[in-house]
Structures are given as structure tokens and as C-alpha cells.
């Protein structure tokens, strides 16, 4: 969707301000809003792309207002609501839902969610291609940002077959696409007006079309 | 929502996000869905254990042991995960070592994609839409707001996180530190220089 989430190349969020310190949180709310995020995450009744479109969903202005940790915290409600689990009558035996065991939480870490998966078919694109991103603009949630898309660029990797996040936070299907880095010239996103020399991004394979 | 009523160690009245949250803590623990101790081990994790010097410690092996430069170049995840780091937000990783020629700079435009088992959870400024929107059209000028003037000669590289492949900078490693330790030179490394804001400097 093209929402305030996708701001790659925009102007108007003022300087940046550098942290004053190291600190991951700043108050403990922010460690509490993290750390059920991850704990009901777990609890699988939701994926990670699902996730994604919660917080890319809230309206603008909330998802600018809100911080960090707040469009997380905004956005795990919205979750949480939509699949009914706040209903008085909803609870983890009755669902069947299996909490995180303190016990499995540094497994449960290191194995992480990997997204890669045997692919079916082969890539379409090596490395040297000339590509072309898509016009495109789901109402749903993508990946393609909007800065790329129409743009040309080159394949510069193939990451083997990857989850489909399109796909994976509509339907929670799968369909694993070929991912790959393509690398563009800054001259080509901005024209004289940027400074970046290149500029990649990781994109699936119907993001992209040939150009010969 | 008795939760509200807990006691507090200062005056100060709870904000609105802050009743929020603990709300919905109560309601999750007493669904059964969160069980608080996970809960303060994840905070533990993240806050305490997992962090930067982590990734300084890859970047000071890159930098001394060859074969493992060429493991990283050639399968990142699988040689990081060698010294132990793995898992969440760094599923899959890429290493992109800085040269003369080009400087690397990492960013995530649609989110905050960072590889956690390295670097640990991201800093306030690289969550900030300040970065996350100029970081890819002019990220020359975002690198001066950290005090870094690259010489025209350096192209810059900018590395948008959008999937789940993750992404650690390999910094140069600064003349002079031919005969330091391991550790020594794993001290130099900061956060920044990883992610691509900084340089290492003696």
C-alpha cells in the first residue's frame, strides 16, 4: 500500500537526530510493547508479513506519531483484535494457542524464521540482467518501495527462492518467488538532484520485468 | 484493569500508552497467550546480551583471518553463525566490506530491517523517517550529520533492506593495527561503523 511507511526519497522529517546514547529503549513501556510483540509472534496466529501490514495500516498521521515502539504496540492491538483473541470469552486453552515457554525463548531466537524455500522452477534472471521494476501499486502490503518502481536497473545477485510477502500477508500462502538484489544507479532514481553512486534493494522476481 | 492501579516509584501519572500497555500485558498473561517471565527474558536478551560487540568480533576476524573473510564473502549467515550468531533478524545475511573505492551504507526504507544477532536492536536515528527517507537519495549529506565527509573519489553504496536478507558492513581496517590483538582490534569496531555511518579510526 502506499502509505507514509514507504519514504524512501522524501523530503519534510526535518535532521536527524543522532542518539544521545546507546540505549535500545527508552522507557519501559517501549520493553514491554517489544517484548510481547515478539512473545505473541511466537504464538504463530499471525506471520511476520501480517505483522508488517498492521503497522504500515495505521493511519498516517498515527503512524508518525506514534514512534517505534508504538507503531508496534498500535499495531499488535490491531492484531490481536481483528483475530478476535481480546474477546472475553478467548483464551490460550480454549484457542489452543501455545504460549513461548520461558525456557524456549534463546532456541526459539536462534532459530529464527527463516524465509528461504526450495524453489520450483528456476530463476528467471543471473546476475548482469537488465530489469525493469514494475509499475505497480497493491492496496495490500509489498515490499517493492516506491522509489524503484518503473525504474531500471541490473541484477546484481540471486538469494535463491524466498517467501512472497504480497502474497504471504494477504493469504498467509507461501509461494515462494526468486529473490534477488538489484542494484540501480543513483543517477536513474534522482537524476541530478541525489548522491548516492548506487543504490540496491531486495526484490522479488513478479516485481520485475526483463529489458532487453 | 487493576493493573493501572500498581504502585509507582515516582509521582508522575501514567500516560496514556503506558496504561495501554499494561493492559494489554495483564490481558495476555491472564489469557494465557504471554507468560511474563518470557517476557523479561526477551527484554534480557535483547537489552543486555545481544549486541554490537558481536559484530565487532566478526569484523576483527574478517579482518585478521583470511579464510574467514572469504567464508563471510562467500556465505555470511553460515559464518557468522560459525562464531555463534544466528537467528532472528538475521536469518540471512550479507556481508559488504567497505574498500577505498566504495563506502557502504545500510538503511531500511519500509520499516527498520537490522540484523539483530549481530548488531543487537537498532538505534533511535536509524528507526527515524529523517534516516529511512534520506538515506537513499542523499544519504552523502546524512553521512555529514555523523561527521563523515567521504572524498568525492569514494562512491557510496546504499543497501535498502527490503526483504529479510540482512546486511553488515565490513569496515576498512585502520593503518597501524597490524600487531593488535583479536580484542584489541575487536574495541575499535562501533555500531556505526557496521552499519555503514562511520569509519574506524585508532
Known sequence: MNSIHDMGGMDGFGPLVLDQDDACFHDEWERRAFAMT???????????????????????????QAGYYGIWFEALEKLLQDRGLLQPQANAVALGLNQLAPQDVKQTLLRGAPTEREGRTSPVFKPGDAVMVRAMNPPTHTRCPRYLRG????????????????????????????????????????????????????LWESYLVPLC | MGSTQTHQHDERPLSDIEIRV??????????????????????QTYEHEVGPHYGAKVV????????????????????????????????????????????????????????????????????????????????REVLRSFGLDLPESTHIRVWDSTAEIRYLVIPMRPTGTEDWSLEALAGLVHRDAMIGTALVRT
Open chain 2, 22 to 43: 499494561k493492559a494489554l500485558e495483564s490481558l495476555l498473561v491472564e489469557k494465557g497467550y504471554v507468560h511474563p517471565e518470557t517476557l523479561e527474558r526477551l527484554i
Open chain 1, 38 to 64: 515478539l512473545a505473541m509472534g511466537a504464538t504463530k496466529q499471525w506471520n511476520l508479513d501480517q505483522a508488517r501490514a498492521a503497522r504500515e495500516s495505521l493511519p498516517m498521521l498515527r503512524y508518525l
Open chain 1, 151 to 202: 525504474k531500471q536497473g541490473m541484477i546484481d545477485r540471486c538469494h535463491g527462492f524466498h517467501v512472497f510477502p504480497d502474497r504471504h500477508a494477504v493469504s498467509g500462502e507461501e509461494a515462494p518467488q526468486a529473490l534477488y538484489t538489484v542494484v540501480f544507479k543513483g543517477r536513474d532514481l534522482w537524476g541530478d538532484d541525489g548522491s548516492a553512486d548506487l543504490v540496491s534493494a531486495d
Open chain 2, 60 to 139: 576483527a576476524r574478517a579482518w585478521t583471518d583470511e579464510s574467514f573473510a572469504q567464508h563471510l564473502r562467500d556465505d555470511a549467515t553460515e559464518a557468522v553463525a560459525s562464531m555463534g550468531y544466528r537467528g532472528r533478524q538475521g536469518e540471512h545475511l550479507v556481508a559488504v566490506e567497505n574498500t577505498p573505492e566504495q563506502h557502504n551504507l545500510v538503511v531500511c526504507t519500509l520499516c527498520s530491517c537490522y540484523p539483530w544477532p549481530v548488531l543487537g536492536l537498532p538505534p533511535a536515528w536509524y528507526k527515524s523517517s529523517a534516516f529511512r527517507s534520506q538515506a537513499v537519495i542523499r544519504p
